[in-house]
């Protein structure tokens, strides 16, 4: 399994960044996926995830703000993030949870709300 996340950045307050994450090794289209992050001194937490059938969750925190999709296709998964905030920097991971008994994670792309 590679989950590859790209897209990060330094960003001001307000604005919009778009993550993807592009996963190989395994069959993408009947796996749940998810986007997690974690910010300095805090625990990972969970920010999106969305089922084989397209079905999404959200941490409430970046409800109606973020949007999980994904690209059956192009074995991809991104996360759309509007109205950016600076409680929102954090590092993203892109993750396959679940798969084989145990959760996979990508490397991690950092995202930096600042003015």
């Known amino acids: 399994v590679q989950l590859q996340a790209s897209g990060g950045g330094l960003v001001q307050p307000g604005g919009s960044l778009r993550l993807s994450c592009a996963a190989s090794?395994?069959?993408?289209?009947?796996?749940?996926m998810g986007w997690y992050r974690q910010a300095p001194g805090k625990e990972r937490e969970l920010v999106a995830g969305?089922?084989?059938?397209?079905?999404?969750n959200y941490a409430d925190s970046v409800k109606g703000r973020f949007t999980i999709s994904r690209d059956n296709a192009m074995n991809a998964v991104y996360l759309q993030m509007n109205s950016l905030q600076p409680e929102d920097t954090a590092v993203y991971y892109c993750?396959?949870?679940?798969?084989?008994?145990?959760?996979?994670w990508g490397q991690g792309t950092q995202v930096t709300v600042s003015s």
């Open positions: 969305i089922t084989s059938r397209g079905a999404t």
């Open positions: 993750s396959l949870p679940r798969y084989r008994n145990r959760d996979y």
């Open positions: 090794g395994f069959i993408f289209s009947v796996n749940t």
